[in-house]
């Protein structure tokens, strides 16, 4: 089996090929161009999503800081209603 080497992609890099695919060139494409999968088009497309949104914050520190809130929130009311559902359907 051969053995995956590690390869590291500088900010610019990545946002060039989200660009290309944004554009509309397919993602088989794209990353047929640079040698890439089609994973890592998808993981940097979505976060390029994020960076945008924390960019266009006006205080993006404490968006991020919002998010992570609302983010452990969501996981507290899911971890209740599971607990919820285990105790209804015993």
Do not use: A, C
Not at 9 to 32: A, C, H, I, N, P
């Amino acid at each position: 089996m051969k053995k995956r080497v590690h390869r590291r992609f500088t900010y610019e890099f990545k946002w060039e090929v989200v660009k290309q695919y944004l554009d509309g060139m397919s993602r088989s494409e794209v990353s047929k161009k640079y040698g890439l999968t089609e994973k890592d088009i998808d993981r940097w497309s979505k976060q390029s999503r994020v960076w945008d949104l924390l960019q266009t914050s006006k205080n993006p520190m404490e968006k991020l800081r919002q998010l992570q809130r609302e983010n452990q929130r969501l996981k507290r009311e899911n971890r209740n209603l599971k607990k919820l559902m285990m105790t209804r359907f015993k």
